[in-house]
Nanobody
Framework: QVQLQESGPGLVKPLQTLSLTCTVS??????????WHWIRQPPGKGLEWMGF???????YYSPSLKSRTSISRDTSKNQFTLQLSSVTPEDTAVYYC???????????WGQGTQVTVSS
């Protein structure tokens, strides 16, 4: 049974970098053929896809966020990370990591972590 858990600071100051880590258990991010995603949901809005990292290390980002977004992995720790630079209050959201399996299904999600951008 695969499990995902987000972790990182819940409060980030404007213009600084938001950093979150997704720890995966029950599967290997290096050996599976899954896509590992970061998704967020601002207050009162829908889910917004941010980007993914493939088991090979290949990444792809939302065009609206790619200039500020970086997703990386640490295979020794079975973790993948999100960095979002130059944050503003509009980046306040619940951030999720998720596994996409073949066929485009997102059946495995972390519980989400609230991140607030405020001075």
């Amino acid at each position: 049974q695969v499990q995902l858990q987000e972790s990182g600071p819940g409060l980030v100051k404007p213009l600084q970098t938001l950093s979150l880590t997704c720890t995966v258990s029950g599967d290997s991010i290096a050996m599976s053929n899954y896509y590992w995603h970061w998704i967020r949901q601002p207050p009162g809005k829908g889910l917004e896809w941010m980007g993914f990292i493939y088991y090979s290390g290949r990444t792809y980002y939302s065009p609206s966020l790619k200039s500020r977004t970086s997703i990386s992995r640490d295979t020794s720790k079975n973790q993948f990370t999100l960095q979002l630079s130059s944050v503003t209050p509009e980046d306040t959201a619940v951030y999720y990591c998720s596994r996409e399996q073949p066929g485009g299904l997102y059946e495995n999600w972390g519980q989400g972590t609230q991140v607030t951008v405020s001075s």
